[in-house]
């Protein structure tokens, strides 16, 4: 990537972050893992890995992460959740386990609300050729017990559906899939957040 390279966050507590993290590295991004607050200084942007959105909330609990995330794309820094992540981004949760009572705590950077597993369990883990906005051959996308979002604020672009669901949005600085790019063999989707971290970036200077 010509200019500066750009530095970005993977949060690392739990989920498939080392994948977005070579990604990122094989597109020329300085990648750092995200644990504590203080990881967060100095970044461009910031991803919100795949894993299991119920663990990652308590975690981020445990680490006092919610606000410096918050404040963190306040301050101009983008944010790309994946899957769990994505739902981790939302305004509301639905479909969080009866034990904690039907809540999941969320950071609401995203106008919309999220639909957890709203393909199914384990088992409706698949892939497909994904038609998204801007990407002129579809993406080969894989979900696994995918989250669909709804309700989408007027501030929120949908950029893909699968089944009639919204499955990847855009609002400013913040992007949302429901699948996993880091999965597929496909640089598209990371190239597409370097660039948004890009164009952040300039805004803000
Ligand atoms: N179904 C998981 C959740 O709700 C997300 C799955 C994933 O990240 N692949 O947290």
Redesign the pocket.
Known sequence: MAGKPLHIGVLALQ?AFREHRQRLESLGALVREVRLPADLVGLDGLVLP?????TMARLLTEYALWQPIRKFHAGGGAVWGT??GA?LLAREVRGAPPQFGGQQASLGLLDAAVQ??AFGRQINSFAAPLPVSGLEEPFPAVF????AFSDVGSQATVLATWEGQAVMLRQGAVLATAF?PELSPDARIHALFLMMVAETKTEMA
């Open positions: 989920g795949g894993g299991e959105s119920t899957c769990a739902i957890r597993n696994i017990r995918a989250p996993h």
